[in-house]
Structures are given as structure tokens and as C-alpha cells.
């Protein structure tokens, strides 16, 4: 069992506006999960989202599923 804490980070891509969302991607081999948490509330929870869930959610991202600003 690993003990290794989450390395938080957002996306290069965030303007700072507020409405972004952190990932700990460190955690995908040792425990199979991409924590994710709300960068305005960062002792609030954190989901952890198993790894296929998450790279299928990207996915759909990178694709247009989810619709367009």
C-alpha cells in the first residue's frame, strides 16, 4: 500500500477565473484513481475518479461530446 499524497495541478490551459478544477494524476499507477477537487476549495473533498472513467471522460472532451463556449 502507498502512502505517496496527491501532486495537485491544473491545466496550463486555466485563465484563473475561477471555475477550474485540480487533478493528482500521480495516483493512476499505485491506486487506479485521478483524484479531482475544486480549486477554490482546496481542504474540500476530492472525488476520486477510477482511471478508465477519467481517460474516457478526456476523451469525450477531446471530441466535442460535452458541446462547445
Avoid: Q
Avoid at 502512502?3 to 471555475?19: A, L, M, Q, V
Avoid at 477519467?54 to 469525450?60: D, P, S
Wanted: proline content about 6%; charged content about 15%.
Amino acid at each position: 500500500m502507498t502512502t505517496e499524497s496527491p501532486r495537485w495541478f491544473k491545466s496550463s490551459y486555466s485563465s484563473n477565473g475561477g471555475n477550474c478544477i485540480e487533478v493528482a494524476a500521480n495516483l493512476v499507477a499505485a491506486r487506479g484513481i485521478v483524484p479531482v477537487r475544486d480549486s477554490k476549495n482546496v481542504s474540500g473533498p476530492a472525488l476520486n475518479v477510477p482511471t478508465g472513467s477519467f481517460a474516457a471522460f478526456v476523451a469525450g472532451v477531446k471530441d466535442g461530446e460535452f458541446g462547445g463556449i
